[in-house]
């Protein structure tokens, strides 16, 4: 089962916005809409920041959207912030033998 | 509050055991398909196993089918994961993880535990 297609690093400076893209398949991002986004500073757990492509959990700020567009899922942040900097993973429910399947992650560095 | 808490992990050698467990806290555990996801050092996250709210139905990555067992106890609101045939590539940072609805099986994972390292090594 092959991980969904994230860039190794983005960069943007604080005010900026930046996207990062999760290519999938037909049989998992192109098919359902069960993608989400978590973030993850060094040394701690996964945060969920984005959930069934475009929503936010409670507390979790409107600088960060989710979009789809096909195969592709994308992260959007705006306004950079220096806490922003952080590794990015998205994942999908896939209709592969496991059901989950991770991107391999991006890291955000806030310049 | 919501809470998980994972324990267990540890040293061990090639061909070893373990399991692993994860405490949960603050919400109704048995409506909630529970998860392990396991991180190797300097890697991404990788998902391993996941058991329905009921515990009737489980799910295992291809890499530990057949050596790891996920298992739960609602009565005492703990999740564990059974770790035989341990190999060198096994070693990471496992984190349970609750899924975000009770509604579908694997949406997203809103809470996760603090993570506990299992390292296999000779």
């Known amino acids: 089962q092959s991980a969904l297609t994230q860039p190794a690093s983005v960069s943007g400076s604080p005010g900026q916005s930046i996207t990062i893209s999760c290519t999938g398949t037909?049989?998992?991002?192109?098919?359902?809409?069960?993608v989400s986004w978590s973030q993850q500073h060094p040394g701690k757990a996964p945060k969920l920041m984005i959930y069934?492509?475009?929503n936010r959990p409670s507390g979790v700020s409107n600088r960060f959207s989710g979009s789809k567009s096909g195969n592709t899922a994308s992260l959007t942040i705006s306004g950079l912030q220096a806490e922003d900097e952080a590794d990015y993973y998205c994942?999908?429910?896939?209709?592969?033998?496991?059901?989950?399947?991770f991107g391999g992650g991006t890291k955000l560095t806030v310049l | 509050e919501v809470q998980l808490l994972d324990s267990g992990g540890g040293l061990v050698q090639p061909g070893g055991s373990l399991r692993l467990s994860c405490a949960a806290t603050?919400?109704?555990?048995?409506?909630?398909?529970m998860n392990w996801v396991r991180q190797a050092p300097g890697k991404g996250l990788e998902w391993v196993s996941g058991?329905?709210?009921?515990?009737?139905?489980?799910y295992y990555a291809d890499s530990v089918k057949g050596r790891f067992t996920i298992s739960r106890d609602n009565s005492k609101n703990t999740l564990y994961l059974q770790m035989n045939g341990l190999r060198v590539e096994d070693t990471a940072v496992y984190y349970c993880?609750?899924?975000?609805?009770?509604?579908?099986?694997?949406?997203?994972?809103?809470?996760w535990g603090q993570g506990t390292m299992v390292s296999v090594s000779s």
């Open positions: 993880a609750k899924v975000f609805s009770p509604l579908h099986t694997f949406d997203a994972f809103d809470i």
């Open positions: 603050g919400f109704t555990f048995s409506s909630y398909t």
């Open positions: 069934e492509v475009s």
């Open positions: 058991i329905s709210g009921s515990g009737g139905s489980t």
């Open positions: 994942s999908s429910y896939t209709s592969s033998s496991a059901p989950v399947v």
């Open positions: 037909s049989n998992d991002v192109g098919r359902y809409n069960y």
